[in-house]
């Protein structure tokens, strides 16, 4: 059973806590270790490319060098995407137009 204690560490929005990225900061209330973290310095992100194939996981104090020092292979990794954009627009574009030459409606005069 949850002593008090227990449930005070679980669950108190003032319950001091410790910056999980281990940054030096002890005493952030529960209520505030989400702010923390959006500036906390040791906090690992994503890169600003993953959405086209970018794999790096950076601390925000790194990310500034990640990007400038990854500038022709994100270049590389953007230049695949919009190729790829590209193929799938003149894919989709073609598949309109075929079913807009097949489709009865599409033969039927407007009054």
Known sequence: QDTQSERTRSRCEEYPLECPNKCG?????????????????????KCPFDHVGCTGEIQRRHMDSHCKNSVEKH????????????????RLLSELAEQKITSPLYNIKKI
């Not at 590389?76 to 799938?88: F, G, T």
Request: charged share 45%; net charge neutral.
């Open 25 to 45: 900061e002890k005493n952030i209330k529960r209520k505030d270790m989400e702010t923390h973290r959006e500036f906390c310095e040791l906090e690992q992100l």
């Open 75 to 90: 270049l590389l990794l953007l230049a695949k995407a919009h190729k790829e954009l590209v193929q799938e627009n003149r």
